[in-house]
C-alpha cells in the first residue's frame, strides 16, 4: 500500500488589509500542495469580502470570515494549525500571543511588535506554550543580501570593523508611511521599528551578532507640519473628494486603484479608517530623518541613515574588515514621476533585476593590496523584492530547506525590535541606550 499522503497544514489570517495579498497568493496558488487557507479575521468585513473576490478570480473558493473579536473562537472551529498575522503592527503581540496558547505556530509580518511590553509577552508565550513564532524578514531572503552574508562568513574581508548603512527612500514610497495608519508611532513605533526593523535584522544576521548600545537622533523634518516651510503643503485632511488635492503629487487616488479602493475606500464605512490622508497635515508623530550609532556584542560599530524623502531610492550598506573592504550598491528607482502617489510602493521605475542589468546594483570586495572585485549574483526576479519574497513563502509555507537559516524567530525579530525602540528612546533622551536595559534576550 502506498503511505497516506501528509496532511496540508491550515492556515488562518488576521488582518486583511493590503500587506496580507502576498500570503494569500503564496497559500493558495504557489504552496497548495502542503498548505490549506481556511479563515480571515478582521474588524472589517468589507476587507475579507473583498479579499474572497480576489480568491474566486484566482479559481479559488472563498474562505470562512471571522471578526476580529472571535478570533481564538475561530482558530478552534475552524481547527487551525498557523496564523498569518498581518494586522496593524501595535495588535501583532495580542494575536501572536493569543494564537500560541491556543496551541497554533504564528507567521506575523515584521515588526514582531512595537514595544517592549509586547515582546516580552510573545517570547513569554512562546517559552510557556513551546509553539513557534517566524517573523517575515524578507530581505533576508534576497540573493544580493545572501551573497553579503557569504562573503563575510567566508572571511573575504577578515573581522569586521564597522558598518555604514544608508537606505533612502523615494518621495513615492516614504510618502506612504505619512498618509495611512503609520504616521502615529502609537501603531507602528515609527520608521525605526517598522521599517528600519528590516535593515536592524539584516546587521545582526550577517555580523552573527546582537545589538548592545544604541545612540541616535531624528526628527519630522519634511513631512507633516514641516511640509508648510517648505511649501509642499496644501489645505485638505485626505485626498478622496478634496478639489485642492487634484494634481498634487503627494496625494494618493484611491479611487483610480482598483485593489485599493476595494480595500479602503468602500471599506471606509465600517471602520472610518482613511487611507490617503495628507501627508502634511497635522498629526504625524513618527520622524522622517533618522541617524543611528549601534555599537554589538562582537564589538563592531554600525552607522545608520534613514531618510524618507529623497528623490531616488536604494541603499549602500559598506563593512570594513581587517583584510578589506565590502560594498553592497543599489538603486531600486533613479526617478520619481510627478504622480509618485500614483506609482505606490512595488511600482519602482527600475527593480532589482534590471538594477543588475544597468550596474545599479553591485557588490564589490576591496580586499587590501589588490585589485577591487565583484561578486557575482544569481537568482533574481523582476518582482517580490528581487525573488525574496517567493523564497521566503517557499521556507515558510512550502518546507523547502533552509540552510542558510534564514527562517527568522521570534528572538530574531526581538534583536531587530530593540535596536529600533533603543533608537526611539535615545530620540527622546538624547543619551546613548543599553539594549539589555529595555530586555534581555537570550
Not at 523582476?382 to 519574497?389: C, I, P, S
Amino acid at each position: 500500500m502506498s503511505p497516506e499522503p501528509e496532511r496540508r497544514l491550515r492556515y488562518a489570517l488576521v488582518g486583511t488589509g493590503a500587506r496580507a495579498e502576498m500570503f494569500v497568493r503564496a497559500l493558495v496558488l504557489d504552496h497548495r500542495d502542503t498548505a490549506e487557507l481556511v479563515a480571515f479575521a478582521d474588524n472589517n468585513q468589507a476587507r475579507m469580502d473583498a479579499h474572497n473576490s480576489w480568491l474566486e478570480e484566482l479559481g479559488r473558493d472563498a474562505v470562512a470570515t471571522y471578526p476580529a473579536s472571535e478570533f481564538v473562537a475561530m482558530l478552534g472551529k475552524e481547527r487551525v494549525d498557523v496564523v498569518l498575522v498581518t494586522t496593524v503592527d501595535r495588535t501583532h503581540d495580542e494575536y501572536i500571543v493569543a494564537a500560541l496558547h491556543a496551541g497554533c505556530d504564528v507567521i506575523t509580518e515584521k515588526p514582531m511588535t512595537v514595544d517592549v511590553p509586547g515582546c516580552r509577552r510573545i517570547l513569554d508565550a512562546v517559552a510557556q506554550t513551546g509553539r513557534g513564532v517566524r517573523v517575515a524578514f524578507n530581505y533576508r531572503y534576497n540573493p544580493l543580501h545572501e551573497r553579503v552574508r557569504q562573503v563575510l562568513a567566508d572571511g573575504e574581508i577578515g573581522e569586521v570593523g564597522s558598518v555604514h548603512f544608508e537606505w533612502l527612500l523615494d518621495v513615492r514610497h516614504g510618502a506612504d508611511y505619512f498618509r495611512r495608519w503609520h504616521r502615529d508611532k502609537a501603531n507602528s513605533g515609527g520608521l525605526m521599528v517598522h521599517k528600519a526593523g528590516h535593515h536592524f535584522d539584516l546587521v545582526n544576521w550577517w555580523l552573527d551578532a546582537v545589538p548592545v548600545q544604541v545612540y541616535a537622533a531624528g526628527r519630522l523634518f519634511f513631512y507633516g507640519e514641516p511640509g508648510r516651510r517648505h511649501g509642499y503643503a496644501r489645505d485638505y485632511d485626505r485626498a478622496h473628494g478634496a478639489v485642492a488635492a487634484a494634481g498634487d503629487p503627494f496625494a494618493l487616488q484611491l479611487a483610480a486603484h482598483p485593489r485599493l479602493r476595494a480595500l479602503y475606500l468602500e471599506a471606509e464605512t465600517e471602520d472610518g479608517y482613511h487611507r490617503d490622508q495628507n501627508v502634511f497635515a497635522p498629526g504625524v508623530t513618527i520622524e522622517d530623518d533618522m541617524s543611528v550609532l549601534a555599537t554589538y556584542s562582537t564589538g563592531a560599530t554600525m552607522t545608520y541613515h534613514l531618510t524618507a524623502y529623497a528623490p531616488w531610492e536604494g541603499y549602500r550598506v559598506m563593512f570594513n574588515g581587517s583584510r578589506g573592504r565590502l560594498e553592497l550598491e543599489v538603486v531600486e528607482s533613479d526617478f520619481v514621476s510627478p504622480y509618485a502617489a500614483g506609482e505606490l510602493k512595488g511600482a519602482a521605475l527600475h527593480g532589482v533585476q534590471a538594477a543588475v542589468e544597468e550596474g545599479w546594483a553591485k557588490i564589490t570586495v576591496r580586499p587590501f593590496w589588490e585589485q577591487p572585485r565583484q561578486v557575482p549574483v544569481t537568482g533574481y526576479t523582476r518582482t517580490g523584492h528581487g525573488g525574496a519574497d517567493a523564497k521566503m513563502t517557499a521556507v515558510l509555507f512550502g518546507g523547502e530547506t533552509d540552510p542558510m537559516g534564514r527562517a527568522a524567530t521570534a528572538r530574531d525579530g526581538a534583536l531587530a525590535l530593540l535596536t529600533g525602540l533603543a533608537a526611539n528612546r535615545s530620540f527622546e533622551t538624547g543619551q546613548p541606550v543599553q539594549v539589555a536595559d529595555l530586555l534581555t534576550v537570550d
